[in-house]
C-alpha cells in the first residue's frame, strides 16, 4: 500500500507544499499545497492581489518562496535561480525584443543552449508554422499586432521543449475579440504539444473555458480547487459563489430537515449541517430558476403549504434585455423584501409572453439553492 501511494505521487508533474511568501511583514501567500498532473492545464485564478502572480512566480523562482518546497517532475526545485529550471514564460506585456526580428527573438533561447544554425532555423520555422504566423519572421516586433506578438511569445516560450509552460495573464492587454481568438488558440496549442500548463488570470471566463483544473485564490490561501464545472455548479465559499459567475444572495433562516426561509417561504435546499435559525445567506443562480408560466393564482400564498419543487409566485419587477436572454428581477409577497435575478431564455419570454408586471410560477430546484454561513454572526431574527 505505501508503495503504491509513493508512485502515486510520483506521477504528479508539480507538487507545491507548504508554501508561504511575505514581503515583509506582508503575507502574500499562506501555506499554498497543491498538486498539478502532467499535460495538465491549471488556471490561477482570482482577484487582483490575490497572489496568484506571486505563486506563479514562486513556481519559476522569480520569487523564491519564504518556506516551503516546489518540486518538479520528480526534483526538488525549491531553491534553484530560474535558469536552472524548465519552464517556459509568457507575459502580458510580450517582453519581446524590440530591435530583434521575430526570428530572432524565437531563436534567442534556441542559440544559448547550443543548437547548431541549421537546427535553430529550422525550429523557428517550425515554431512560426505551429503559431500561424509562418511569413512574419523577417519583421520586427513593432509591426505585428498586440495577438500576434503574444503568438511569437508562445512561440519563444515553447522553443526549447519545456516541461512546463507559465502564461501570466497573457491575455489581458488584448481587446475582447482578440482574447477570445487566442484563447482557443493556446488551449488548442497546449493540447497539440501536451505540455505541463500553469495560467493566472483575473477573468472568470477565460478561466472556465481553458482550464482543466481551476485554483481560486483570495488573500493569499487557495478557497478551492476543482475542474470548471465543480467550481461553478458546487462552489465550497461565498467568496467563490460570488466570484465566479453571477449569483443570487439573499439572507435567509436556516430550517431542520434540509430547508430554508428565505423571506416569507421555506424551501427545500441542499443539505446542510446549520442549526435551526441559523443566520445564513442562501445562494442560486440566476439561470437555475425555472419559468413556469404565468401565475394561475393556485401557488403557495404567505405562510402557504409547501409543494414538491419549490414552486411560488412572483411579480416580475422588472426586466432587462441582455441579448442571449432576458434578466427578470423577481419580488412579491412570498419573497417578503427580497429581489431575485433570474435568467430567462428570449424562447421562454415569447412562449410564455411575460411582461413587466406579470405574476409568474417559478420552480426554485432544492439540488441548486445552496446556504452558506452569513456574513453577520448570530441567529436570524
Known sequence: MAARKAHAQEQKFLRIEGLWKAFGKFLALKDISLEVDRGEFVCFLGPSG??????????????IQTRGTVAQDGKDISNLPPAE???????????????????????????????SREKVKARVAELLDLVGLPDQGKKYPAQLSGGQQQRIALARAIASKPGLLLLDEPLSALDARVRVSLRHEIKELQRKLGVTTIMVTHDQEEGLSMGDRIVVMNHGVVEQIGTPTEIYRDPQSLFVADFIGEM????????????????????????????????VIATIRPEDIIPHGRSTG???????TKKPG????????????????????????????????????????RRMDLAVGM????EIPPDRLKLFPSKNAGPAE
Not at 249 to 274: M, R, W, Y
Not at 298 to 304: A, E, L, M
Not at 310 to 336: H, K
Request: charged content about 20%; some cysteine.
Open 248 to 279: 443570487n444572495q439573499v439572507p435567509a433562516k436556516a430550517l431542520a430537515n434540509n430547508a430554508v426561509k428565505i423571506g416569507e417561504t421555506s424551501f427545500n435546499c441542499v443539505p446542510h449541517d446549520f442549526g435551526a435559525g441559523a443566520a
Open 310 to 349: 419549490n414552486t411560488i409566485d412572483v411579480d416580475i419587477a422588472d426586466m432587462e434585455f441582455l441579448g442571449s436572454y432576458w434578466r427578470a428581477i423577481l419580488g412579491g409577497e412570498q419573497l417578503g423584501e427580497l429581489r431575485l435575478l433570474a435568467n430567462l431564455s428570449i424562447n421562454a419570454i
Open 85 to 115: 529550471r524548465d519552464f517556459g514564460i509568457v507575459f502580458q506585456s510580450y517582453a519581446l525584443f524590440p530591435n530583434l526580428t521575430i526570428e530572432k527573438n524565437i531563436s534567442f533561447g534556441l542559440e544559448n543552449i547550443g543548437l
Open 50 to 63: 490575490c497572489g496568484k502572480t506571486t505563486l506563479l512566480r514562486a513556481i519559476a523562482g522569480l520569487d
Open 359 to 362: 405574476k409568474l410560477a417559478i
Open 298 to 304: 393556485k401557488g403557495r400564498g404567505k405562510g402557504g
